[in-house]
């Protein structure tokens, strides 16, 4: 798929899709909306909104015409299912991440393997509108990391992208960027709806669902993330998320083969 940006044809109304950790897919955009679930490993989305993250109990939702590209964070299984317009208008105008329960990933998962005997039409469209019966009432999940659009602002996420353990203050990284605390404070506020605080954690959560999903220990992620010690990295962690990071790490070696699937453009 080439690096360039395009629309690509809905050839496939769902399936899946293998990836690798680190694999990437590259920029593009649909003319429907989609819902894409990692059945394992960490996706995430990128759009020029921000980025949004899914690990295996999240599902992304992303709505047509927005220009997105995919990464993979441990061995993931991509699941993709094309929504029609009445189903899709359901759903919220932008991206945004969901809770997955028990019941929306069996619909999922049965809507995207491969039988013997594949489901009618009308059979797949009657699971479709349970996923979306599902959705519509659930929260959404806060894992979204805004992109901004300030230079300072740009510079600033540039610099703890680089080190997510970076503990300086709002006022020290203002120095490093060219601008006051205030000023800053103010442009996390109008433009990413958020206060630094806040970013923070969502950009330090992001970094450790990929150093999770590549395998790497929570002792090792806390620290790498900034946080001061492992216990305060599991209640931070889990209080976002519902489950502690041990949930989230995998063997970045491991390679669980998938049944049969269907290889749908993500």
């Known amino acids: 798929m080439p690096e360039s ?39 995430s989305v990128t759009t ?25 964070y441990g061995f993931t299984d991509m699941r993709v299912i094309f ?36 489901r009618s039409p009308t059979a797949r469209d009657r699971l479709r509108a349970v996923v979306i019966d599902e959705l519509v009432p659930a929260s959404e999940e806060p894992l979204h990391l805004p992109e901004p659009r300030d230079d ?34 103010r442009l996390f506020h109008d433009e990413l709806g958020m206060s630094f605080r806040q970013w923070r954690t969502q950009l330090r959560l992001h970094h450790a669902l990929t150093l999770l999903a590549a395998g790497h220990t929570v002792t090792h992620t806390a620290a790498a993330c900034g946080w001061a010690n492992p216990t305060s990295f599991i209640e931070a962690f889990t209080a976002a998320l519902g489950a502690t990071p041990a949930r989230y790490r995998h063997d970045p070696d491991a390679r669980r ?3 049969s699937p269907h290889r749908s453009r993500g």
């Open 152 to 185: 300072r602002l740009r510079a600033l996420s540039r610099l703890l992208h680089d080190d997510p353990a970076d503990n300086a203050t709002l006022t020290e990284l203002g120095t490093r960027v060219g601008a006051g605390q205030r000023t800053l404070t």
């Open 257 to 259: 083969p998938i049944a």
């Open 83 to 118: 929504l029609p317009a009445a189903l899709a208008a359901r759903l919220p105008d932008r991206p945004a991440v969901f809770a997955v329960s028990a019941l929306v990933r069996e619909v999922l998962l049965a809507l995207t393997d491969d039988t013997d005997t594949p």
């Open 5 to 43: 940006s395009h629309i690509v044809d809905n050839a496939l109304e769902m399936g899946s899709l293998p990836l690798l950790h680190g694999d990437h897919v590259p920029s593009h955009r649909h003319g429907q909306g989609h819902l894409v679930y990692p059945a394992t490993g960490v996706l």
């Open 48 to 72: 020029r909104e921000g980025t949004w993250i899914a690990p295996a109990t999240r599902l992304a939702w992303t709505p047509g015409g927005f220009e997105h590209h995919h990464r993979a």
